[in-house]
Structure formats: structure tokens, C-alpha cells
């Protein structure tokens, strides 16, 4: 009877250790939340989202750099989100469990492991300067593009890969070749959770900072793009600046809170909508 | 002595077991068969409360193991198992070596003291017939061993704790006709000293083993007798189909 | 018809399969291009040379040496193996000491008047060591010119100072970044190690599924708040707190960048750690209870080690995306380039050095260059960090019953 009270104790005090230690990790994430939306929410105004910046960066709204974030954003998915798909495809479909397989699926890993600051020496080295495209939302664009890629590669694969073999065989059966299976049969049933990688990686790309310092970001330029070889202002870019490197710091901050919040409801509404489509798209599947 | 009084048992809304009432001999074997999910391995993991750890499974009845029901208030789950061995469809070793793998059950049943685990691994391993086998290589991995020596790995690792009963969920299914037949031997030398239950789909098996059989049938027990009566002369049609292979 | 069109789409789909391999060697060939332009290249400023009196038996001087000498950390000749004279440091500024103007009359317009002044400086002082640049030399000179090494690998790694502005010879060492990456990156996850580690067995194990099914999404959003966020969060929040709670000059420290970090590696430990718990087959699990050991004593004796190499492979990603981590770093650790000696003195990390650094380097200098050497460090480390992973969890999945 000791040694069952002993066991019993001992893990009485684990399990409630842990479940302390993970409560500290959610009231974490709901301080950051928490003192983000308090000193944030006041500053959010139709102003601050509609206007130019004013007074070196003190006064006025972000609306330059909504704007470059959603250029940077719908630039890198249109080059992103084709050419991933059609490879999370190719990989899982077309290539044999071979040697070639396990490489690609390494080089896939690796790239999803370089940190972003090397994605932003690339992309200047390569886009801004060997390409010419100078600091451009198109070189912004494909830099974070690149950046985006494994993560959609990857959804595309597991969508695909927990899709039942009997729906191939289905339309095999049928006398369908493998593209046409592929497009009719296999790619509707994996596409909500292949749009849940989707919008999650634009989360992904509009926080994304160390790419785009060299590629595009400017530090202070209130007009909006004209063409895709402008450069742009963007939201994380601009509240590194306002945090760390504006004119007046104090006079900033405010400004910096305000960034912060819309940077972090972007993130927010990004994870419900993925969640929701996620739920959604699945359940019309299979009505 | 053990028993199950008006078993019945739900997965949610799914009832598995129907009011199952059941007196299991003593000291000797008892063989669950049934075509697949007629609730053979559910019933015989209500006598070591493995159920409880699925979510959503509510049971009502009793199941009395030496003058104790198990399903009363206050029961100590750890100790229970501790006294109720089992053996799985698929030899399922630790990632220890093979001495780490039979003292598993005394240490974290609090023994420590070093010359009585050494004893009781020898005796398990002898008990289970792997001793001649393993006593040179107690310390490699027992993930060297051969699937049959890996199941009897396992039946010396349930012995070890020393339990009156043993549970045998198809120990025998993953392994080749020599491993098979060896731990069948093996099953009839410790009904001397053991309880046994053993689920099976192979009806050879259970008539070579087994001193009792209950034929289970959609979560009901259709007919429980003497293992010789079973096979020749059941009472009921669905058995005697069951048994001859009219059955789907 | 169909069958052609058929072949492009597989042709499509082929070059697509191929576009991470070709964008890791597009990676590999531009870093590594720019990067190597740093190697075996003198560092000094374009046209500059060093020279000395021609009877010092120095010839050839390391670039850190001759800051320490300019710096007048060494003001002896006998410290860099030569005579017991003590140096005497000359640049162009210093020639009004010598001479005087009236001597020094019309060399504004006589180069090699000049020229031979500062060789007479040079010629008579046996001490003297002249920063000058190559069109100040005559073609009769006196003095002797000091070979300066060029970067190689050595003094890049082993250097002890990064200051590539410095003049007369920019320092190129990345032992006080690499030190502080590593540091700053390690403690870090030894902060977010039993936090994360808890989590993961609590979700995987413990919590029951409504809990899990809030935990989950809260994990999700801390992997997606921008790390410009959390940097925004730390300057604003944790740099005051660490300050006055060590009691510190400044509050940007190693430490406190340590802690952003870890609560930025936290979603990656925690999600590769869960999954490698929750992959450990079911039967053992059971077959672990059945002997009549605890919830607790199967996760700790059973479960844990049978996912330790999943659990190792989780720290080690751990590490490899805080080593990585650029922008959270840059704005709380306070980006000293010295090599560190305590978690609470500022550090800088290779991320942040590239970062802070690359907006102000000329294209085609060497600090660009010395830039994208750092880049190629940052990628062999994560590359390594990558193959190291896929290692252990090959190893794993072999060691793993059917």
C-alpha cells in the first residue's frame, strides 16, 4: 500500500507540473496578445489605416505600408502557390520511392530550414542585383515567394498523401488517365487543407521581415506603387523602423503599437479563416 | 475465482458487450473465439481495465477477481494489472535490454532490491522457455531477438510481476508455425500455475490449448462449455456453424 | 492530342517537383560566389599601404595585429617579435609634428616633395610604423612595406574582432559573432526545452482532448506572430525588466534576447516533440500499464525514451531556427561585437550582424563580402542542423518496432 501511495503522489506532482508549465505558456502568448490590443486598440482608427504617415513617422496612418505588405503578399502567393502545388503534386504522385524522391524531399527540407536572413541575401544578390530588378516588389515578391514554398510543398504533399487509395482506383477504373485523376478526383478532395496551407503561409509571408530589408522595404516613402519595380513600405519593416530607428522614438510609439496590433490581427484572422475553411471546405466535401 | 456478473459495455452509443455472465475456471485455459468484432478482446481487456483508457467507453455489470469486484469505487487500477498478466496480438518489447525488459514490472511496482529482481528475471525466463535461449545475452536489446522469442519475452515480462491470471490477446497471431507451436507447449505448461484466457481466431488453436471455449457472437456470449463439447457437440446452430466453417 | 498535352503537364509538373533543389543550389552558388570574394584579399583600404623603417626586421604583419598596434594595444615592437623599439604610430595627420609649415612649404602642389618627407619621417625613426597611402611612397624609397596577410579562413573564424570599418585595416573575425549566436541560441533553448518538452507530453499524453483542442490553435498563433513582434515586445517589455531586475547598465543583453528566443522556439519543440511521443506505439504503451506501472511511470520509463530520437531531433531544430532567428534578435540583444562573457552583457548574433550591416556596405566591398561569407556560415550551420535531423529520425523510425 506505501508503494502504491508513492506512485501515486509522484505523479499526482508531474502531471500537475506540466499542466502548470503549459498554462504558463498560453498566459505567455495571452501577455503579448493582452498588452499588444490594450495599447494598440486606441490608436487604430479609419486615420490610421487610410492615411500617409506624418511628422517624420509620428503622426498620420500606415497606409503605404498596408499596401506594400499587400503587394509583397499577392506577388510571392502568384508565383508561390502555382508552382508549389504542381510540385507537392509531382512529388507525391509522380516520382517513385526511389533515391531521386528522398533528395528532393531533403533539398525540400533544407530549403524549409534556411533562416529568412539568407533568403534576403539571396534575394539581393540574385534579384536586385544580378537580375537587375533593383529594390522592387518583384524582387521582395519572389524572395518571399521562395521563402513560402516548402511550407506549401509540404501541405500539398500530406493533403494528397491522406487521400484514399480507393479514389484513384476508382477512377482508374474508369478508364481516366492519371492527370485526369488527378485533377477531378484527387485535387478537390485534398484542396481545403491544400487552402488552409495557403493562408497560412500568407500569414507566414506578410510577417516576415530579414527578406525583404534588402529587397524591397523602405524605410520612408508616403506614395503608393505604380508598377511592380517600385519599392514599397511594408508593415513588419515598418514597425521594425518605428521601434528601433525612427526619428522621434518616443513620439513613435504609439504608432509602433498600432502596427504591432494590425500586424497581430492579420495572423489572428489568417489562423481562424484557415481553421474555418479547413472545416468548411471538408464538410461540403463530404456532403 | 473469477467471474463477470451482467457485463455490458458501450463504445458511445455502440454497445460492444451484451450482458455477459461468465464463471472462468481456475488453473486451467479458457479460449474467447468468435468471427472479428464479435467483442472477444474487448471482454477479456474488462478483466485488466484496459478499456478505461479509451475515451468514451462506459461499462455496467461486474467483474469479480478473487472475491473483489474490480469495478467497485476506490479500486487501485496499478495493482490490479500488476496481479492480471498480459500477453499482445504482437510481440510489443521495450526498447531495453532483455533483463530491463522482465525486471520492468517489479521496478515500477517499487522492488529494489537488485539479488531478488536477478532471481525472478532467471525464474520468469525459465518459466517462459527463453532461458537457455537468452541467459548468455541478457543485456543486449530485445529488439535483437526473433519475433517467437520476442512474445515469449513478453510472457516472462507478465510473469514477473507474478499474477494469478494471464490474459493472452492472440499471442500467437503474428508468428511463424515453429514459434506458434512452441509457445502453445508453453501455454499448456503454465495453466499449473496460471489463469489463463486466451483470445484466439484460430480454432485449432483454441482446441489444442484450451480446457474451456465461449463462442462470442455480436457482442454476446452464445455458448460456453467444455472446449471438447464446443468442437464436437454444441448446444447451438450459430456455434456449430461457427465451429465447421459455415460461417461468414 | 491528349496524349501530347498530357506529356507537358508531366513536363510542368516535373520542372515544378524540381524547384526547391534548384533554388538550394541557386542559394549555395550566390552565397558562396560573393562570399569568397572576401578570401585572400588584403584588407585594407584601396591604395593604402603600411611601411616601416627599413632596418625593422618585421615584414609581414597580420590585420589584427596592426590593429592592435594602431590601437596602441601594443606599443612595443618586441610584442610582434622584432627589436625592443617602441612604435611610433604615423598617418598623414602627423607629418605637422615633424616638420614645421614653413618646411613643409608647396607640397600642396608637389606630390613628390611630400613623398620624400614622409620617407625622411619614416627613414629616421626607427620605431615608426606609417599608415600612407601607395602614391605617398617615392620610388627611391628608404622605408621597407610591411606585407599585410590577406583573409583567409583562419583569422575569419579565429579572428577575435569584427570591425569592418575600421582603418588602417578592417577586422574580419567572426569569433565574437559566432560565440554570441551560439550562446545566445543554446540558452535559449535551454529555457524552452522543459516548458516545451511539458507541453508536449501534457497534449499528448495527459490533457484530454477539449483541452488539446484548445492548446493546439494557442501553439499555432505563437508559430505565427511575426518576429518582428516579439522584438517589439521584448525591447518594450523584457529589456526594462531584465534591466532592473539584474540591476544592469542597459537591458539589451544576451539573456534577454534568449528569452524572446525561447518563447519563439517554442511551437517548433513542442509540435516535432508531441508528434514523436504520440507515434510511440500504442501496444507498448499498453503492454507497459498492464504490468500495473503508472500513467506516469510509462511516459517517464516507456514512452520518453522510446521518443528520444524525436525528442532530440526537436531541440536540435530547436537550435537550428533560433541560430536563424534575425529580426527578435537584432532589436534585444544589443548587438556588441565582442566575444562574450556573461549572458547579461550585450551580444551579437550572425543574423542580426547581417542585418544591421548590409544596408551601409558598398556592393563589391569587402564588408559585402565579408556579409555573405557570414550568410554562407549561417547556411552551412543550418544545412548541418537539417541533415543532423533527418539522421536521428531515420535512426529512430529503424529502431522502431513494425
Known amino acids: 500500500m506505501k508503494g502504491r501511495t508513492k506512485k501515486r503522489v509522484a505523479e499526482l506532482i508531474a502531471f500537475n507540473l506540466f499542466r502548470i508549465m503549459s498554462a504558463s505558456i498560453v498566459l505567455v502568448l495571452f501577455s503579448i496578445l493582452a498588452f499588444i490590443v490594450v495599447r494598440g486598440i486606441g490608436v487604430i482608427s479609419w486615420d490610421f489605416i487610410s492615411k500617409m504617415p506624418e511628422e517624420g513617422m509620428t503622426k498620420g496612418g500606415i497606409w503605404p505600408a498596408i499596401v506594400g505588405t499587400m503587394c509583397l503578399v499577392a506577388g510571392s502567393m502568384l508565383f508561390a502557390f502555382p508552382v508549389g502545388v504542381l510540385s507537392g503534386i509531382y512529388i507525391n504522385e509522380f516520382v517513385k520511392d526511389n533515391w531521386f524522391k528522398r533528395f528532393v524531399k531533403l533539398m525540400t527540407n533544407n530549403l524549409a530550414g534556411v533562416p529568412s536572413i539568407v533568403f534576403g541575401l539571396f534575394g539581393m544578390s540574385l534579384f536586385v542585383n544580378t537580375l537587375g530588378f533593383g529594390d522592387s516588389i518583384i524582387a521582395g515578391s519572389l524572395t518571399l515567394g521562395l521563402l513560402a514554398l516548402p511550407v506549401i510543398i509540404r501541405t500539398t504533399e500530406e493533403s494528397l498523401k491522406s487521400i484514399d487509395k480507393y479514389h484513384r482506383e476508382g477512377s482508374y477504373a474508369l478508364g481516366a488517365t492519371k492527370i485526369q485523376t488527378i485533377r477531378r478526383v484527387v485535387l478537390p478532395l485534398a484542396m481545403p487543407n491544400i487552402i488552409t496551407g495557403f493562408i497560412l503561409s500568407i500569414g507566414r509571408v506578410s510577417g516576415e521581415t530579414a527578406p525583404i530589408l534588402f529587397t524591397v522595404a523602405a524605410y520612408f516613402l508616403p506614395k503608393l506603387p505604380s508598377s511592380m519595380f517600385d519599392q514599397v513600405m511594408a508593415l513588419p519593416y515598418h514597425l521594425y523602423v518605428l521601434s528601433t530607428s525612427g526619428t522621434d522614438m518616443e513620439a513613435s510609439r504609439n504608432m509602433a503599437y498600432g502596427t504591432a496590433l494590425v500586424l497581430i490581427l492579420i495572423v489572428l484572422i489568417l489562423n481562424l479563416l484557415a481553421n474555418f475553411t479547413r472545416r468548411f471546405l471538408n464538410k461540403k466535401i463530404k456532403q | 475465482m473469477i467471474e463477470a456478473k451482467n457485463l455490458n459495455l458501450y463504445y458511445g452509443s455502440f454497445q460492444a458487450l451484451k450482458d455477459i455472465s461468465m464463471k472462468v475456471p481456475e488453473k486451467s485455459v479458457t479460449a474467447l473465439i468468435g468471427p472479428s468484432g464479435c467483442g472477444k478482446s474487448t471482454f477479456l481487456r474488462t478483466f485488466n481495465r484496459m478499456n478505461d483508457l479509451i475515451a468514451g467507453v462506459k461499462i455496467e455489470g461486474d467483474i469479480i477477481v478473487d472475491d473483489m469486484n474490480i469495478y467497485a469505487k476506490g479500486v487501485d487500477v496499478d495493482s490490479l494489472r500488476k496481479r492480471i498478466g498480459m500477453v499482445f496480438q504482437k510481440p510489443n518489447p521495450f526498447a531495453k535490454s532483455i533483463y530491463e525488459n522482465v525486471a520492468y514490472g517489479m521496478r515500477v511496482n517499487g522492488v529494489n532490491d537488485e539479488k531478488l529482481i536477478k532471481q525472478t528475471v532467471e525464474e520468469s525466463l525459465k518459466q517462459a522457455a527463453l532461458w537457455d535461449e537468452v541467459k548468455d545475452n541478457l543485456k543486449k536489446s530485445a529488439y535483437a531477438l526473433s519475433g517467437g522469442q520476442q512474445q515469449r519475452l513478453c510472457i516472462a515480462r507478465a510473469l514477473a510481476v507474478e499474477p494469478t491470471i494471464l490474459l493472452m490477446d492472440e499471442p500467437a497471431s503474428a508468428l511463424d508455425p515453429i514459434s506458434t507451436s512452441k509457445i502453445e507447449e508453453l501455454i499448456h505448461e503454465l495453466k499449473k500455475n496460471y489463469t489463463i484466457l486466451i483470445v484466439t481466431h484460430n480454432m485449432q488453436q483454441a482446441a489444442r490449448v484450451s480446457d474451456h471455449t465461449a463462442f462470442f457472437y455480436m457482442g454476446s456470449l452464445i455458448e460456453f462449455n467444455e472446449t471438447k463439447t464446443i468442437f464436437t457437440n454444441p448446444e447451438n446452430q450459430q456455434t456449430q456453424n461457427y465451429v465447421t466453417g459455415r460461417f461468414g | ?402
Not at chain 3, 2 to 8: S, V
Not at chain 3, 234 to 246: A, D, K, R
Not at chain 3, 385 to 396: A, D
Open chain 3, 1 to 402: 492530342m491528349k496524349k501530347l498535352l498530357e506529356k507537358l503537364t508531366e513536363g510542368i509538373l516535373m520542372l515544378s517537383g524540381t524547384v526547391t533543389t534548384v533554388t538550394v543550389l541557386l542559394i549555395v552558388f550566390f552565397l558562396f560566389k560573393e562570399g569568397a570574394g572576401l578570401f585572400g584579399k588584403s584588407p585594407t583600404e584601396d591604395g593604402f599601404t603600411v611601411a616601416v623603417n627599413h632596418n625593422n626586421p618585421i615584414d609581414k604583419l597580420s590585420p589584427e595585429q596592426i590593429k592592435n598596434v594602431f590601437d596602441q594595444n601594443i606599443v612595443n615592437w618586441k610584442e610582434l617579435g622584432g627589436n625592443d623599439d617602441s612604435i611610433i604610430l604615423f598617418r598623414m595627420d602627423d607629418l605637422l609634428s615633424y616638420y614645421s609649415e614653413d618646411e613643409l612649404g608647396g607640397i600642396d602642389t608637389n606630390m613628390s616633395l611630400l613623398a620624400q618627407k614622409i620617407d625622411q619621417v619614416i627613414e629616421n625613426n626607427k620605431g615608426v610604423i606609417a599608415f600612407i597611402s601607395a602614391n605617398e611612397i617615392p620610388k627611391e624609397h628608404h622605408s621597407k612595406l610591411v606585407r599585410i596577410e590577406s583573409i583567409g579562413l583562419g583569422s575569419f573564424f579565429g579572428g577575435e574582432v569584427w570591425f569592418p570599418t575600421s582603418t588602417p585595416v578592417a577586422q574580419f573575425g567572426i569569433y565574437p559573432l559566432l560565440m554570441g549566436t551560439l550562446w545566445v541560441s543554446f540558452i535559449a533553448i535551454l529555457i524552452a526545452l522543459p516548458f516545451g518538452l511539458a507541453a508536449a507530453i501534457y497534449m499528448a499524453e495527459i490533457a484530454d482532448s477539449k483541452v488539446r483542442g484548445i492548446l493546439k490553435p494557442i501553439i499555432e498563433l505563437l508559430a505565427g506572430i511575426p518576429s518582428v513582434v516579439y522584438g517589439f515586445f521584448g525591447l518594450i517589455v523584457l529589456v526594462p525588466l531584465v534591466q532592473q531586475l539584474f540591476n544592469l547598465p542597459v537591458g539589451e543583453t544576451g539573456l534577454t534576447g534568449s528569452i524572446v528566443l525561447a518563447i519563439m522556439a517554442l511551437p517548433t519543440i513542442i509540435t516535432v516533440a508531441e508528434d514523436a511521443i504520440t507515434r510511440t506505439p500504442r501496444s507498448v504503451r499498453e503492454a507497459s500499464l498492464a504490468l500495473g506501472a503508472s500513467q506516469w511511470q510509462t511516459i517517464y520509463r516507456i514512452v520518453i525514451p522510446a521518443a528520444s530520437s524525436g525528442i532530440t531531433a526537436a531541440v536540435i531544430l530547436g537550435i537550428g531556427r533560433a541560430i536563424g532567428e534575425t529580426m527578435a534578435v537584432l532589436m534585444v540583444t544589443g548587438n556588441a561585437a565582442v566575444v562574450p562573457h556573461s549572458m547579461l552583457e550585450p551580444m551579437r548574433t550572425i543574423p542580426a550582424t547581417i542585418a544591421a550591416e548590409l544596408g551601409e556596405a558598398a556592393k563589391g566591398s569587402l564588408h559585402y563580402d565579408a556579409l555573405f561569407a557570414l550568410g554562407c556560415v549561417l547556411f552551412i550551420i543550418t544545412m548541418l542542423v537539417n541533415i543532423t535531423v533527418e539522421m536521428i529520425s531515420k535512426k529512430g523510425t529503424k529502431n522502431k518496432l513494425r
